[in-house]
């Protein structure tokens, strides 16, 4: 009865640990999704209503990457990125950039539009979301 114990515990430590090995070896095989900010804030006018002022908006945004061997590519490609957002918000009017559905609105154009110049330069869609932490109009 001993022994039957002892066989089955050496049993069950010689593959415990390789169960155990193969979870980091999958985990490695997923990508691991990293934000990328733009320093300083994006600042860049918008249309009014009444067209005879712009106002401004100034934001922060992080822009989530499906993963981080996509990082280098969106670093070579933040010109192009930053062009892209300031002609977003360019075309928008006021009243779609003071409300919280418009904000929504332009987020996701935003993601559009990226993922869109992105596909054309690098043959994907390197970016899953964008997200703003700071945003400020006036």
Known sequence: MLANKTLFGLIFLLFVPVAFAQEPAAAA???????HGFDPD????????SQKSLGYVRVTMELMIK???????????EP???????GVFGKEMDTTIKSLQ????????ILQKV??????ETGAEL???????????Q
């Open 29 to 35: 095989a997923q990508p691991k999704v990293v934000y």
């Open 42 to 49: 994006i600042v860049t006018n918008y249309v009014s209503e």
């Open 67 to 77: 993963d981080e061997k996509f990082l280098p590519m969106i670093e070579h490609h």
């Open 80 to 86: 192009l990125i930053l062009d892209a957002i300031v």
């Open 102 to 109: 418009g904000r929504e609105e332009v987020r996701m154009k």
């Open 115 to 120: 993922n869109e110049l992105l596909k054309k």
């Open 127 to 137: 970016v899953q979301d964008v997200l703003f932490t700071k945003y400020l109009y």
